[in-house]
T-cell receptor, first 111, second 114 residues
Framework: NAGVTQTPKFQVLKTGQSMTLQCAQD?????MSWYRQDPGMGLRLIHY???????DQGEVPNGYNVSRSTTEDFPLRLLSAAPSQTSVYFC??????????FGPGTRLTVL | GNSVTQMEGPVTLSEEAFLTINCTYTATGYPSLFWYVQYPGEGLQLLLKATKADDKGSNKGFEATYRKETTSFHLEKGSVQVSDSAVYFC?????????????FGAGTRLAVHP
């Protein structure tokens, strides 16, 4: 049981480039979410999904896109990276309880 | 709206000292309350949780009691170890916000010295 996995661990982008952060879970969890962690601000919810084919916006969705075609995968797309998107990104999943399991994170730098 | 406020860090303690990290919340209805811990270079792990008033969550010597009258969920440990050095996040999920949407405090960094 790998839990929640994220790739890549580190990424450097130039302003305007696009990329996809990958997230996968093998616990058959219906709920998946993406957070960003910035110093002094805790974690903030970007987008979430309550099941395959269903996604919704969180607190800070601008500049990010998501889709959920399978239960296991929940990729996060940056369409045109900006320096303000420099952050650490965490994916999480949960099942029937409200306990969320987090991935190890992706550290993104946008120059 | 729903929010979490926790004490600013860093908190620096000697090994075997008593730890308290304060956390208060604002929420509609009856939230579930959580403490997550983030060790250096890792993701967040659930440390403990409580789902109703007066519940006490406990794990690895840490404990926190859900106090509805003071809207608080303070984290305590009687004797900290160097291995407890990490960032601790207080968080809640509230029925009005969706039971799986975690709202986090800013985090408190704990450094324990031998």
């Amino acid at each position: 049981n790998a839990g929640v996995t994220q790739t890549p661990k580190f990424q450097v982008l130039k302003t305007g480039q696009s990329m996809t952060l990958q997230c996968a879970q093998d616990m058959n969890h219906e709920y998946m979410s993406w957070y960003r962690q910035d110093p002094g601000m805790g974690l903030r919810l970007i987008h979430y999904s309550v099941g395959a084919g269903i996604t919704d916006q969180g607190e800070v969705p601008n500049g990010y896109n998501v889709s959920r075609s399978t239960t296991e995968d929940f990729p996060l797309r940056l369409l045109s990276a900006a320096p303000s998107q420099t952050s650490v990104y965490f994916c999480a999943s949960s099942g029937v309880t409200d306990t969320q399991y987090f991935g190890p994170g992706t550290r993104l730098t946008v120059l | 709206g729903n929010s979490v406020t926790q004490m600013e860090g860093p908190v620096t303690l000697s090994e075997e000292a008593f730890l308290t990290i304060n956390c208060t919340y604002t929420a509609t209805g009856y939230p579930s309350l959580f403490w997550y811990v983030q060790y250096p270079g890792e993701g967040l792990q659930l440390l403990l949780k409580a789902t109703k008033a007066d519940d006490k969550g406990s794990n690895k010597g840490f404990e926190a009691t859900y106090r509805k009258e003071t809207t608080s969920f303070h984290l305590e440990k009687g004797s900290v170890q160097v291995s407890d050095s990490a960032v601790y996040f207080c968080a809640l999920t509230a029925p009005s916000g969706g039971y799986n949407k975690l709202i986090f405090g800013a985090g408190t960094r704990l450094a324990v010295h031998p």
